[in-house]
C-alpha cells in the first residue's frame, strides 16, 4: 500500500485528479478545473502544464490551429507575475465531457471568450475555439521591432483575435491631448513623479520643471515625431520629439513606461 500512497501524492502533486465524482454539477467540475488550470500556468512547470490538455489537444485560433505543444510554449513563457483570470460562462454536460464558455482577462488589455471541452473523467481538455474573431495584423508587419515578453503577449492576442494596442498612437494621442488643451492636471499625469530631463538649458530638470516649460510654451509653438517609438531591450518605448516655442528650440529622446502608461526619463538630443 505505501506505493499506492507514493502514487497518489505525487498525482495530486501534479494537479491531476485521480478519483472525480463525474455526475457533480458540470459548474462545479469546471470552475475546479479552472482553478487549477490558473495554478498550473502560474508554476511554469511545463509537465504541470502539459497535465491540462489531452496528448491530441487542439484550439482552433483565429490565425490557425494550435497544438498542445504550441500552447505550452506559449503559456511556460509567460512573464512571471502576469495577472489573468478565467470566468464560466456556461457550461453544458454532453455525457462523457462537458462543453464551456468562459471570459479569459490578464494575457491583453481586453476580454476573450473562448469554449472548450473537457473530458471528465481525465480532467484534461480535449479541445477548444475562439468563437468570435477580429482582425489581428501580423507581428511581422508591425512598425516596430517587439521585445520577447511583448512578442509572447501579441501572439496570444492574435491566436484568441484580440487586438493589441498599439504603442505609437496611443503615445501620440497622450502627447497631444497634454499639450494642446494646456491642462496642468493632464500634464502631470503623463510624466512619472521621478521623472528626470538631462538638458542643455536646464542641466537636469524634474517633472515640474518641464511642466513649466510647456505651460508656458509660445503662441507659435509647435513639435513633431520625427520618426515612430520603438521598443528597447530594457522595456519602455523610446520616441524623439522636437519643438518650436519653448525656452528654446529643442530635440529630445523620451522614455515611455508602457505598463505605468508614464514618461520616465528624457535627454536633449544634441545639445
Known amino acids: ?95 462523457s465531457s462537458i462543453k464551456y464558455t468562459v471570459s479569459i482577462t490578464g494575457f491583453d488589455k481586453n476580454e476573450v471568450i473562448a469554449e472548450f471541452i473537457l473530458n471528465k473523467k481525465d480532467q484534461q481538455l480535449e479541445s477548444g475555439s475562439v468563437p468570435v474573431c477580429v482582425s489581428v495584423r501580423n507581428p511581422r508587419q508591425l512598425p516596430f521591432p517587439l521585445p520577447p515578453f511583448r512578442l509572447i503577449y501579441f501572439i496570444l492576442s492574435e491566436m484568441f483575435g ?34 528626470k530631463f538631462d538638458g542643455c538649458y536646464l542641466a537636469t530638470a524634474g517633472r515640474f520643471d518641464i511642466i513649466n516649460q510647456f505651460m508656458n510654451k509660445k503662441s507659435d509653438f509647435t513639435y513633431e515625431f520625427p520618426s515612430p517609438p520603438r521598443w528597447t531591450n530594457e522595456g519602455p518605448l523610446e520616441f524623439t520629439v522636437k519643438t518650436h516655442g519653448l525656452v528654446e528650440d529643442i530635440s529630445a529622446l523620451f522614455w515611455y513606461d508602457y505598463d505605468k502608461k508614464k514618461i520616465v526619463s528624457g535627454h536633449s538630443t544634441p545639445c
Open 1 to 95: 500500500m505505501k506505493w499506492l500512497t507514493t502514487a497518489l501524492l505525487v498525482l495530486l502533486s501534479f494537479g491531476v485528479s485521480t478519483a472525480y465524482d463525474t455526475d457533480a454539477n458540470p459548474d462545479a467540475i469546471v470552475q475546479k478545473f479552472l482553478d487549477r488550470m490558473v495554478r498550473s500556468i502560474e508554476s511554469k512547470d511545463v509537465a504541470v502544464i502539459s497535465g491540462l490538455f489531452e496528448p491530441d489537444f487542439v484550439l482552433k485560433g483565429c490565425k490557425g490551429v494550435y497544438d498542445k505543444k504550441k500552447i505550452i510554449a506559449l503559456l511556460e513563457k509567460l512573464p512571471t507575475g502576469t495577472k489573468f483570470s478565467f470566468t464560466l460562462k456556461s457550461s453544458q454536460d454532453t455525457g
Open 162 to 195: 484580440v487586438p493589441p494596442e498599439f504603442p505609437r498612437d496611443f503615445i501620440m494621442r497622450r502627447v497631444a491631448m497634454a499639450v494642446n488643451t494646456n491642462n496642468r492636471t493632464i500634464m502631470e499625469l503623463l510624466f512619472d513623479d521621478y521623472f
